[in-house]
């Protein structure tokens, strides 16, 4: 699916092609973290606020991967200092879940997935603009940097 769509862009990574992979990547990790999220909480009995790390991180490890392979070219980092900025952003990302997770179940009084739900789509947003600009920023050319610098 991915591959066909980079195609109907002969291939070439713009900013509105990763943003169109961006979003049905986010689609697919959404099922995986909300599917997680109730099988977890629902059908194992785990409290939603220790069920919802747990799918979060497993969402995370393999939205990793997809980013990295399908949708933004590997940047300016060694992998693992990549792989580490990726990790701070998402243990952000893991924060701001809980809050809002927190926040709109306990104080607004909203299911607790539809209080995920929030989260995810304040995440998205979040995530595309932290995993763009800083963890897989393109390598800058010397023209560039002069033009920057100069």
């Known amino acids: 699916m991915f591959d066909e769509i980079k195609r109907q862009f002969n291939g070439e990574i713009t900013l509105k092609l990763q943003v169109i992979l961006f979003?049905?990547?986010g689609i697919l990790l959404a099922v995986l973290d909300l599917g997680l999220l109730f099988v977890l909480?629902?059908?194992v009995r785990i409290d939603y606020l220790?069920?919802?790390p747990i799918s979060f991180i497993v969402a995370t490890v393999v939205n990793y991967s997809m980013s990295r392979k399908l949708i933004f070219k590997p940047g300016q980092y060694r992998v693992s200092l990549e792989f580490n900025l990726f990790l701070l952003f998402a243990v952000l990302g893991?924060?701001?879940n809980e809050v809002v997770l927190w926040?709109?179940?306990d104080f607004v009084g909203l299911h607790y997935m539809a209080s995920k739900v929030i989260s995810v789509l304040i995440l998205m947003?979040?995530?595309f603009f932290t995993r763009r600009s800083i963890v897989f920023r393109k390598k800058q050319t010397p023209s560039k940097v002069a033009e920057i610098h100069g």
């Open 23 to 25: 979003l049905i990547n």
């Open 41 to 43: 909480t629902d059908l």
């Open 50 to 52: 220790i069920s919802a």
């Open 94 to 96: 893991l924060i701001v």
């Open 103 to 105: 926040f709109f179940t």
């Open 125 to 127: 947003v979040f995530n």
